[in-house]
């Protein structure tokens, strides 16, 4: 089945520290990847759509500026969390799968982010 | 506004037995419904998918049901064993990117 793996799983790091988190397809080619965050017993929440060759598209609420989005081949988007805060210490997944809202998303096993 | 709610939050249950797990949705325009299960500090494993099309799907002891014009689905989980002690988590594909519940976090006690 298709397979979604995301590096690193952890990350511990100071305040002010830029940290990249990839995402990447192994064995299909996604042209639409989705990146999410969860904080501790809540849902999870889209922050982005990555789009392959053009820009992400972001939720209403998130910072474009702070949270980086790079999805430069078919296979491969990078979440860049720049600057970060102890407020972004969080859970982040990323998915993939159809570029129709109608077919099954394939996630990674997440990052888990603590920014001291 | 698609909003997804999942009822209960937590469920423990002895091993063994039969269980259902609640799902309910806004905005009966979907795509398709999507179970998951989550382990702590994990990420998700898709359990079943429905789409809009259909009533129901099943996988080994899992069964997932979809009431698309009243907003619901369930899914039902046989002979409930220790190793299925994890997050359940309903999503709604629509015009929109996955919505996801909060989840139900089941705990089946030995």
């Known amino acids: 089945g298709a397979v979604v793996s995301q590096h690193p799983s952890r990350v511990i790091c100071k305040s002010g520290t830029s940290v990249k988190i990839e995402c990447r397809s192994l064995?299909?080619?996604?042209?639409?990847m989705f990146w999410y965050r969860q904080f501790p017993k809540q849902s999870l929440m889209l922050m982005a759509t990555?789009?392959?060759?053009?820009?992400?598209?972001?939720e209403q609420g998130v910072e474009k500026d702070k949270f980086l989005i790079n999805h430069a081949s078919l296979t491969l988007s990078t979440l860049t969390v720049t600057s970060a805060h102890p407020e972004d210490s969080s859970f982040y997944i990323c998915?993939?799968?159809?570029?129709?809202?109608?077919?099954?998303?394939?996630f990674g096993d997440g990052t888990r982010l603590s920014i001291l | 506004k698609q909003e997804v709610t999942q009822i209960p939050a937590a469920l423990s249950v002895p091993e063994g037995e039969n269980l259902v797990l609640n799902c309910s949705f806004t905005?009966?325009?979907?795509?398709?419904l999507q179970w998951f299960r989550q382990d702590p500090g994990k990420g998700l494993t898709s359990l079943l998918l429905?789409?809009?099309?259909?009533r129901e799907q099943t996988s080994g002891r899992l069964n997932a049901s979809l009431d698309k014009s009243s907003g619901r689905s369930t899914l039902y989980i046989a002979a409930s064993q220790p190793g299925d002690s994890a997050t359940y988590l309903c999503a709604v594909s629509g015009n929109t990117p996955l919505v996801f519940g909060k989840g139900t976090r089941l705990s089946v006690i030995a």
């Open positions: 064995d299909f080619q996604a042209t639409t």
């Open positions: 429905i789409q809009s099309s259909q």
């Open positions: 905005d009966s325009a979907i795509y398709n």
């Open positions: 990555s789009n392959e060759g053009s820009k992400a598209t972001y």
């Open positions: 998915s993939a799968g159809g570029t129709a809202h109608n077919q099954p998303q394939h």
